[in-house]
């Protein structure tokens, strides 16, 4: 989330009260709660479902209301993100995202030694299976290699090798498990107001300098024609730079002032 510049600039009008401009941007109260609390997790990215809601819905307004939009919008999130309803939902979606690890019930060696069991039944599944099949000397072969397989799974070399991959499984599945975790109280710590000023402190930091006289062009990709600047520099800015160029330099003044002053309200860290 930017947070103005985001998926939830759909949210915009509520702030505005008359229940006829959510209407107008093709929201409802309950719409605008929701985009309000996906954002603060997922923070939004540049082509995402709720940034291009954000597209249709300030396409709706005149630009002259736009940046009365965008200040209204900032008085009315933060006034919902302080409610009990707000952190309760918050609350709620934070233990939903959190990660789950559970750690191994039995040793390397127990896990390594279960293997081995049930590789040789299988093994001797195998060989039961092939009985009704197999001509006596094709019989005899099949068997006489199966119990040599049987012997080197039980050498120590086959084993340690056995042994290694499980202990490199479980500390790859530990290591994922804990980058998760941390993503996650990155995303969802428990004061939701720590999030929000992450969230806000990015977009100012990422919006500082938009060039609003950058020349664009057209240009055929994947999907179709596509605007990219001029300057290649530009193109390698944040996303939220980038949005913040189509919102024009109106919606942006009035968006880093509400920002500007909500922030120094919300913890640093």
């Known amino acids: 989330m930017t947070w103005t510049l985001c998926g939830v600039l759909a949210v915009a009008g509520a702030g505005v009260a008359a229940q006829s401009v959510l209407t107008q941007l093709g929201t409802t109260d309950a719409d605008a709660k929701a985009l309000v609390l996906d954002n603060i997790g ?5 082509g995402s479902s709720i940034v291009e809601s954000a597209r249709r819905a300030y396409a709706k307004l005149p630009a002259s209301a736009r940046p009365q939009v965008t200040t209204a919008f900032y008085a009315w999130t933060k006034t919902y993100v302080n409610t009990a309803a707000f952190k309760t939902a ?7 995202q959190k990660p789950t690890y559970e750690p191994p019930k039995t040793t390397p060696d127990q896990e390594m030694q279960a293997k081995l069991a049930k590789d040789e039944a299988d093994l001797q599944t195998s060989l039961q299976q092939m009985k009704g099949i197999l001509q006596p000397a ?3 072969k099949f068997e006489a290699e199966m119990k040599k397989q ?3 799974m039980k050498t120590k070399p086959y084993m340690d090798a056995i042994r290694n991959d499980i202990v490199e ?3 790859k599945e ?6 998760m975790n941390r993503q996650w109280t990155t995303s ?3 004061d939701s107001n720590v999030r929000i000023g992450v969230i806000l402190r990015e977009f100012l930091a990422a919006t500082a300098d938009v060039d609003f006289a950058a020349k664009t062009k057209k240009v055929m990709g994947e999907g179709g024609e596509v605007i990219m600047f001029v300057n290649d520099a530009y193109n390698q800015k944040p996303w939220q730079w980038r949005t913040a160029f189509d919102y024009g330099p109106d919606v942006l ?17």
Do not use: F, H
């Open 42 to 46: 997922e923070a939004g990215y540049a």
């Open 90 to 96: 918050y609350a709620a979606r934070r233990e939903e």
């Open 138 to 140: 094709d019989l005899a």
């Open 150 to 152: 049987i012997a080197q």
């Open 169 to 171: 499984k479980r500390a």
């Open 174 to 179: 530990k290591a994922d498990s804990d980058l």
């Open 188 to 190: 969802y710590p428990a």
């Open 253 to 269: 003044a009035a968006a880093r002032a509400a920002a500007s002053a909500w922030v120094k309200e919300l913890p640093a860290k």
